[in-house]
């Protein structure tokens, strides 16, 4: 069974940082894009950021020069790093996976929240 177990979600002080995880299981075939969203009460969920098999990325402007996506192809996972964190950065963070062959999928989420 296809799953995204997310990780690494939490409270933290304005201008903190936290590190995301995700890791893919459950199909041999291969990953193509990864990446991030999130979602706000109230609002849409928007992309955060994506990475593709081969490492070309994608950022939300909201987020450029704070965040950094990362992955591991060998062992299908993908990273964000989450540096000078802001108030309006709480959200439930969802992975998001593209298999080929299989299509999209999505982890359960995890709540980030940046509060003093």
């Known amino acids: 069974q296809v799953q995204l177990v997310e990780s690494g979600g939490g409270l933290v002080q304005p201008g903190g940082s936290l590190r995301l995880s995700c890791v893919a299981s459950g199909s041999g075939f291969i990953i193509n894009a990864m990446g991030w969203y999130r979602q706000s009460p109230g609002k849409q969920r928007e992309l955060v950021a994506t990475i593709k098999r081969s490492g070309t990325t994608n950022y939300a402007d909201s987020v450029k020069g704070r965040f950094t996506i990362s992955r591991d192809n060998a062992k299908n996972t993908v990273y964000l790093q989450m540096n000078n964190l802001k108030p309006e950065d709480t959200a439930v963070y969802y992975c998001?996976?593209?298999?080929?062959?299989?299509?999209?999928?999505w982890g359960q989420g995890t709540q980030v929240t940046v509060s003093s």
């Open positions: 998001y996976a593209n298999w080929a062959v299989l299509g999209d999928y």
